[in-house]
T-cell receptor
Framework: ETGVTQTPRHLVMGMTNKKSLKCEQH?????MYWYKQSAKKPLELMFV???????ENNSVPSRFSPECPNSSHLFLHLHTLQPEDSALYLC????????????????FGEGSRLTVL | AQSVTQLDSHVSVSEGTPVLLRCNYS??????LFWYVQHPNKGLQLLLK??????LVKGINGFEAEFKKSETSFHLTKPSAHMSDAAEYFC?????????????FGQGTTLQVKP
């Protein structure tokens, strides 16, 4: 079993649907992240949670709604999406030590491939 | 402010020949630097990282990278390419101080390995 598991791996939805992406990490980490990976563009950080608290919202539209019920689980709720939201959504986790002892690496899931029709 | 530039969007090598993927960075702090690899339909996997210790960093699968502060570079190399090395490679920078997971990713370099 991989350290970070994402479901579903593939999702096709219409613009009026509501769906959710799920991420679970089995590494005992204290931080979780959502990234968006679109073709020909660098990875875009969407949200960061440290100890279940959201510490970063990178100007993400409100049609994306994250939820972090505990340090091991992270959801991304989707509603009224646009075709340009089609992308690979990657979840990651890390053990952040903060302060001057940073440099922790991210552990990624395999991603959820989203297609919005 | 931090930034990272991968100088080649696509690199093609023959199997058994050396690999060089170039990365330049800009950072106001002493940075941490990473190389990640992404195989098709997979997530990103850490290849190696530099965090202010030895400037020559060895990673998995025979890859290594050298941190050169004077050149602000962190190029990734491998002496002999294997077919399984074909993938997308990302150079990543993060501030060492006050790290909160705000990694800056390069645009990526696609490595093609020809038989």
């Amino acid at each position: 079993e991989t350290g970070v598991t994402q479901t579903p791996r593939h999702l096709v939805m219409g613009m009026t649907n509501k769906k959710s992406l799920k991420c679970e990490q089995h590494l005992g980490h204290n931080a979780m992240y959502w990234y968006k990976q679109s073709a020909k563009k660098p990875l875009e950080l969407m949200f960061v949670y440290n100890f279940k608290e959201q510490t970063e919202n990178n100007s993400v539209p409100s049609r994306f709604s994250p939820e972090c019920p505990n340090s091991s689980h992270l959801f991304l709720h989707l509603h009224t999406l646009q075709p340009e939201d089609s992308a690979l959504y990657l979840c990651a986790s890390s053990q952040n030590r903060g302060g001057s002892s940073g440099g922790g690496e991210l552990f990624f899931g395999e991603g959820s491939r989203l297609t919005v029709l | 402010a931090q930034s990272v530039t991968q100088l080649d969007s696509h690199v093609s090598v023959s199997e058994g020949t050396p690999v060089l993927l170039r990365c330049n960075y800009s950072s106001s702090y002493s940075p941490s630097l990473f190389w990640y690899v992404q195989h098709p339909n997979k997530g990103l996997q850490l290849l190696l990282k530099y965090t202010s210790a030895a400037t020559l960093v060895k990673g998995i699968n025979g890859f290594e990278a050298e941190f050169k502060k004077s050149e602000t570079s962190f190029h990734l190399t491998k002496p002999s390419a294997h077919m399984s090395d074909a993938a997308e490679y990302f150079c990543v920078v993060s501030p060492l101080v006050g790290y909160t997971g705000k990694l800056i990713f390069g645009q990526g370099t696609t490595l093609q390995v020809k038989p």
